[in-house]
Protein backbone atom coordinates (compact mmCIF):
# COMPACT_ATOMS: atom_id res chain seq x y z
CA UNK A 1 0.00 0.00 0.00
CA UNK A 2 1.35 3.57 -0.68
CA UNK A 3 2.13 6.07 1.82
CA UNK A 4 1.25 9.89 0.93
CA UNK A 5 4.39 11.89 2.30
CA UNK A 6 2.74 14.34 4.44
CA UNK A 7 4.47 17.37 4.25
CA UNK A 8 1.15 19.53 5.58
CA UNK A 9 -1.02 17.83 8.10
CA UNK A 10 -3.21 15.07 6.58
CA UNK A 11 -5.83 16.57 4.39
CA UNK A 12 -9.50 16.05 6.15
CA UNK A 13 -11.52 14.26 3.09
CA UNK A 14 -14.93 13.69 2.57
CA UNK A 15 -15.99 10.68 0.48
CA UNK A 16 -19.50 11.04 -1.29
CA UNK A 17 -20.74 8.06 -2.45
CA UNK A 18 -24.25 5.96 -2.25
CA UNK A 19 -23.47 2.84 -2.66
CA UNK A 20 -22.49 1.72 1.57
CA UNK A 21 -20.48 -0.95 0.75
CA UNK A 22 -17.66 0.95 -1.53
CA UNK A 23 -18.12 4.23 0.36
CA UNK A 24 -16.98 1.85 3.44
CA UNK A 25 -13.98 0.44 1.06
CA UNK A 26 -13.18 3.62 0.35
CA UNK A 27 -12.63 5.39 3.57
CA UNK A 28 -11.01 2.10 5.44
CA UNK A 29 -8.51 2.42 2.87
CA UNK A 30 -8.04 6.24 3.07
CA UNK A 31 -8.07 6.11 7.24
CA UNK A 32 -6.05 3.26 7.00
CA UNK A 33 -3.32 5.59 5.22
CA UNK A 34 -3.29 8.31 7.73
CA UNK A 35 -6.35 10.55 6.16
CA UNK A 36 -8.53 12.27 8.22
CA UNK A 37 -11.91 10.84 6.37
CA UNK A 38 -15.58 10.64 6.72
CA UNK A 39 -17.83 8.87 3.92
CA UNK A 40 -21.58 10.33 3.63
CA UNK A 41 -24.11 8.89 1.11
CA UNK A 42 -25.74 12.46 -0.31
CA UNK A 43 -25.51 15.69 -1.41
CA UNK A 44 -27.44 16.62 1.18
CA UNK A 45 -25.54 15.14 3.77
CA UNK A 46 -22.60 16.59 2.69
CA UNK A 47 -23.98 20.38 2.88
CA UNK A 48 -25.10 19.44 6.92
CA UNK A 49 -21.20 18.55 7.73
CA UNK A 50 -20.07 21.60 5.72
CA UNK A 51 -22.28 23.62 8.04
CA UNK A 52 -20.14 22.28 10.84
CA UNK A 53 -16.85 20.80 10.19
CA UNK A 54 -14.48 22.50 7.58
CA UNK A 55 -12.85 20.17 4.74
CA UNK A 56 -10.46 20.02 2.53
CA UNK A 57 -10.87 17.28 -0.71
CA UNK A 58 -14.25 16.25 -1.59
CA UNK A 59 -14.23 12.73 -3.12
CA UNK A 60 -17.18 12.81 -5.08
CA UNK A 61 -19.37 10.15 -7.15
CA UNK A 62 -21.36 11.40 -10.15
CA UNK A 63 -24.47 8.78 -9.22
CA UNK A 64 -25.94 10.61 -6.55
CA UNK A 65 -29.49 10.35 -5.50
CA UNK A 66 -31.05 13.35 -5.34
CA UNK A 67 -28.86 16.21 -6.76
CA UNK A 68 -26.15 14.20 -9.18
CA UNK A 69 -22.11 15.22 -8.13
CA UNK A 70 -22.07 17.72 -11.56
CA UNK A 71 -24.32 19.73 -9.34
CA UNK A 72 -22.91 19.18 -6.05
CA UNK A 73 -19.43 20.01 -7.44
CA UNK A 74 -20.62 23.58 -9.52
CA UNK A 75 -22.01 24.03 -6.43
CA UNK A 76 -18.92 23.63 -4.40
CA UNK A 77 -16.48 25.59 -6.56
CA UNK A 78 -18.84 28.85 -5.99
CA UNK A 79 -18.58 28.24 -2.21
CA UNK A 80 -15.62 26.78 -0.93
CA UNK A 81 -12.04 26.51 -1.50
CA UNK A 82 -12.07 22.76 -1.18
CA UNK A 83 -10.25 20.26 -3.63
CA UNK A 84 -12.70 18.15 -5.64
CA UNK A 85 -12.16 14.60 -7.31
CA UNK A 86 -15.10 13.20 -9.24
CA UNK A 87 -14.97 9.52 -9.13
CA UNK A 88 -17.63 7.33 -11.37
CA UNK A 89 -18.46 4.80 -13.51
CA UNK A 90 -19.36 6.29 -16.51
CA UNK A 91 -15.78 6.27 -18.36
CA UNK A 92 -16.72 8.43 -21.64
CA UNK A 93 -15.08 11.07 -22.82
CA UNK A 94 -18.39 13.68 -22.21
CA UNK A 95 -19.28 12.86 -18.88
CA UNK A 96 -15.16 13.48 -17.84
CA UNK A 97 -15.85 16.83 -19.58
CA UNK A 98 -18.75 17.91 -17.60
CA UNK A 99 -17.10 17.27 -14.65
CA UNK A 100 -14.41 19.28 -15.49
CA UNK A 101 -16.38 21.84 -16.72
CA UNK A 102 -18.65 22.09 -13.31
CA UNK A 103 -15.35 22.42 -11.43
CA UNK A 104 -13.92 19.09 -10.55
CA UNK A 105 -10.36 19.02 -10.25
CA UNK A 106 -9.80 15.36 -11.35
CA UNK A 107 -11.53 12.82 -12.59
CA UNK A 108 -10.94 9.10 -11.79
CA UNK A 109 -13.32 5.99 -13.04
CA UNK A 110 -14.02 3.02 -10.98
CA UNK A 111 -13.15 0.30 -10.03
CA UNK A 112 -11.19 2.67 -7.88
CA UNK A 113 -7.70 2.31 -7.68
CA UNK A 114 -6.77 3.21 -4.28
CA UNK A 115 -3.20 3.99 -4.53
CA UNK A 116 -4.07 6.57 -7.75
CA UNK A 117 -6.58 8.19 -5.11
CA UNK A 118 -4.65 8.17 -2.40
CA UNK A 119 -1.57 10.25 -4.41
CA UNK A 120 -4.10 12.27 -5.97
CA UNK A 121 -5.62 13.17 -2.40
CA UNK A 122 -2.11 14.20 -1.32
CA UNK A 123 -0.90 16.26 -4.23
CA UNK A 124 -4.00 18.04 -4.59
CA UNK A 125 -4.13 19.25 -0.99
CA UNK A 126 -0.20 20.35 -1.22
CA UNK A 127 -1.55 22.56 -4.53
CA UNK A 128 -4.47 24.10 -2.18
CA UNK A 129 -1.92 24.51 0.28
CA UNK A 130 0.40 26.21 -1.96
CA UNK A 131 -1.93 28.94 -2.75
CA UNK A 132 -2.69 27.03 -6.53
CA UNK A 133 -6.66 27.14 -6.25
CA UNK A 134 -9.32 25.72 -8.02
CA UNK A 135 -10.88 28.18 -10.84
CA UNK A 136 -13.06 30.22 -8.48
CA UNK A 137 -11.34 29.74 -5.23
CA UNK A 138 -10.76 32.47 -2.92
CA UNK A 139 -7.34 33.69 -1.28
CA UNK A 140 -8.68 34.15 2.38
CA UNK A 141 -11.34 31.69 4.39
CA UNK A 142 -14.34 33.21 3.82
CA UNK A 143 -16.66 35.25 5.50
CA UNK A 144 -19.50 33.79 7.42
CA UNK A 145 -23.46 34.69 6.06
CA UNK A 146 -25.21 35.97 8.67
CA UNK A 147 -28.86 38.01 9.18
CA UNK A 148 -28.77 41.03 11.51
CA UNK A 149 -31.43 43.55 12.34
CA UNK A 150 -33.61 41.21 13.65
CA UNK A 151 -32.94 39.12 10.66
CA UNK A 152 -33.76 42.35 7.92
CA UNK A 153 -30.49 42.45 6.45
CA UNK A 154 -28.75 39.69 5.00
CA UNK A 155 -24.55 39.85 5.49
CA UNK A 156 -22.46 38.26 2.31
CA UNK A 157 -18.82 36.69 2.78
CA UNK A 158 -17.58 40.48 2.24
CA UNK A 159 -18.55 43.78 3.70
CA UNK A 160 -22.22 44.43 1.76
CA UNK A 161 -24.98 44.20 3.04
CA UNK A 162 -28.55 43.53 1.59
CA UNK A 163 -31.89 44.72 3.11
CA UNK A 164 -34.51 41.98 2.67
CA UNK A 165 -38.35 42.28 2.20
CA UNK A 166 -40.65 40.42 4.77
CA UNK A 167 -41.29 37.34 2.37
CA UNK A 168 -37.33 37.27 1.93
CA UNK A 169 -36.55 37.68 5.80
CA UNK A 170 -39.24 34.89 6.64
CA UNK A 171 -37.39 32.63 4.91
CA UNK A 172 -34.13 33.27 5.65
CA UNK A 173 -34.70 33.05 9.17
CA UNK A 174 -36.66 29.56 8.68
CA UNK A 175 -33.49 28.72 7.04
CA UNK A 176 -30.69 29.76 9.18
CA UNK A 177 -32.43 28.31 12.45
CA UNK A 178 -31.09 25.05 10.90
CA UNK A 179 -27.61 25.79 8.43
CA UNK A 180 -27.11 22.41 6.37
CA UNK A 181 -30.44 21.07 7.30
CA UNK A 182 -33.01 20.91 4.57
CA UNK A 183 -36.15 23.06 5.65
CA UNK A 184 -39.04 21.03 3.85
CA UNK A 185 -41.48 23.60 0.93
CA UNK A 186 -44.31 22.90 3.74
CA UNK A 187 -42.66 24.38 6.81
CA UNK A 188 -41.39 27.34 4.67
CA UNK A 189 -44.55 28.14 3.32
CA UNK A 190 -46.72 27.62 6.57
CA UNK A 191 -44.20 30.43 7.69
CA UNK A 192 -44.83 32.70 4.66
CA UNK A 193 -48.86 32.80 5.42
CA UNK A 194 -51.33 31.50 7.95
CA UNK A 195 -53.78 29.73 4.97
CA UNK A 196 -50.78 27.88 3.59
CA UNK A 197 -53.64 25.38 1.73
CA UNK A 198 -54.31 28.56 -0.66
CA UNK A 199 -50.72 29.46 -0.96
CA UNK A 200 -49.59 28.46 -4.67
CA UNK A 201 -46.06 26.55 -4.20
CA UNK A 202 -45.58 28.15 -7.37
CA UNK A 203 -44.58 31.17 -5.44
CA UNK A 204 -42.07 30.35 -2.93
CA UNK A 205 -40.15 29.33 -5.85
CA UNK A 206 -40.69 32.36 -7.59
CA UNK A 207 -39.48 33.70 -4.05
CA UNK A 208 -36.23 32.44 -3.92
CA UNK A 209 -35.23 32.32 -7.46
CA UNK A 210 -35.67 36.33 -6.64
CA UNK A 211 -34.03 36.88 -3.54
CA UNK A 212 -30.90 34.61 -5.24
CA UNK A 213 -31.26 37.51 -8.37
CA UNK A 214 -31.09 40.33 -6.04
CA UNK A 215 -27.96 38.66 -3.84
CA UNK A 216 -25.82 37.87 -6.76
CA UNK A 217 -26.47 41.80 -7.86
CA UNK A 218 -24.83 42.81 -4.88
CA UNK A 219 -22.54 40.11 -3.16
CA UNK A 220 -19.21 38.71 -5.08
CA UNK A 221 -20.50 35.79 -4.33
CA UNK A 222 -23.75 33.69 -4.73
CA UNK A 223 -26.31 33.25 -1.74
CA UNK A 224 -25.33 29.55 -0.75
CA UNK A 225 -29.31 28.99 -0.78
CA UNK A 226 -29.69 25.23 -3.15
CA UNK A 227 -33.55 23.44 -3.73
CA UNK A 228 -33.52 19.97 -2.85
CA UNK A 229 -35.37 18.07 -5.37
CA UNK A 230 -38.42 16.08 -3.45
CA UNK A 231 -37.62 18.10 -0.03
CA UNK A 232 -37.57 22.05 0.03
CA UNK A 233 -34.64 24.04 0.33
CA UNK A 234 -31.32 24.17 1.86
CA UNK A 235 -28.50 27.23 3.48
CA UNK A 236 -25.26 26.51 3.09
CA UNK A 237 -23.57 29.26 5.03
Known amino acids: MSEPNFHL ?26 YA ?24 DIGLP ?19 IMLTARGGGSAMAQGLAEGADLFLTKPVDYDVLAVAIANLHRRLAAGELPPGGQSEPARAWSLSDNGWTLHGPDTRTLALSEAERTILVKLFEQPGEPIARTLLIEALTDQ ?7 RLDMLVHRLRARAGSVFAQPLPLRAIRGTGYVLTP
Open 37 to 60: VVGLPSAEALYRHMSVHALDIVVL
Open 66 to 84: GENGFGVAAHLRQLARVGI
Open 9 to 34: SPPRVVVVEDEDELRELVVDDLRARG
Open 196 to 202: PWDFDPH
